[in-house]
């Protein structure tokens, strides 16, 4: 009896609209590995994966490799819950062929009403079950059993003890299961890379959320017959499929590319426009060699900004209530307060939009305008002002 054609007989899916469609198994396996594969190399932003990794870059470096493999390995392993007596009694329902496939091959599928409670044990909770009993390691089986959003409450021996009608059918075949089960899981190891289950790592809370949400959608898009068609039912599938099988699906799927932060384009013109004052020397580095980091302009920013600490400590609190804290937010405080500045800055840029068009033209700065608030002034002085200089909050001219 030929186990690995077993194991490659059994039915995963079928087509609701041809009959004489249906998707094995191990194809549907195939297809998960192969997303998730995809998802993690094309998609998967690399702060996530440095989570996932360990949350350091040192461990992005190192582990990463492994992870990839461990993403394939789940998603071969997902539906080995698939593999039981009850789900092909079930599935087969709407597969005679199938049916009669299995039994020329040694194993006879029972029909679903001579089970007595066939509801007992879903197909994910009989995949955390099996791969606990085969050594894997509980965070793995965790995300098994939840690859349908929703994770498995209680699991224990008694869970196979008590439905080992549902997990092997009869007490004759109960060896012929098992037989299947350990190679599906040996296919599973050899697909992925892994040699065996002692060297995936155990996972901590926050990977096996972000592991199990990246399986969830895999696993919608490998049951998608728009992405993954399936097959006549004459056929078992070829390995040769693979992978331009999974290529088609992805190119197919169009998502879009891992995003990045990148620092957007925006002139001296556009500036003003936005923000309503000159660029400063400084700015106009910036903007000349865009090239620089979002981070590096930030910090060029917050020095700027506290460097002015002393004299935007003496302000009137009229005009500024909170503004050595609102000063100290530039330099790392709380988002609140920061906040708060940011929108300050903002609404005194709009309301004195018609003073800054003065100052471009070259007209006086000591107008009751610069004066009204040290707040203006010290925004003047940190425009970089060529003709004021600030003394106590307000502007004078220089001679």
Known sequence: MDVNKLMRSLAAKTNPNDSAQWLPLWMHARDTAGIMKFLWKHWLPVAVRREICGGSEEALQEN??????????LGMAHDIGKATAVFQARILEMLPEVRERLAEEGLEIADIKTFTDPSAV???????????????????????GAHHGKPQEAVSESTFDGNLVNFRGKDSDAPLWVEIWDAFLQYAFEVSGIQDATIIPELSGPQRVLLSGLLVMADWVASN???HPTISIDELGREDMYPKRTRSAWKKLKLPAVWSAELGGMDEVALRRTLAFHPT???RQCLRY?????LRVFSLLRHRWASEKPRLRSLQPRYLPESAEAVDSFSGCR????????SRVYGLGRRNRLRFREREQGEALDTPCARQSGVESGLCRLAGSRKGRIYGGSVHRRG
Do not use: D, P, W
């Open 290 to 294: 865009q090239m620089l980091s979002a």
């Open 225 to 227: 017959q728009f992405y």
């Open 64 to 73: 990463e490799a492994l992870f990839q493999k461990v993403c394939v390995f």
């Open 335 to 342: 988002r609140k307060r920061r906040q708060t500045v940011f």
């Open 122 to 144: 879903a197909h994910a909770l009989a995949g955390q079950v099996i791969l606990q009993q085969r050594g894997v390691n509980e965070g793995i089986c965790e995300i098994v």
């Open 281 to 283: 020397n400084c700015r």
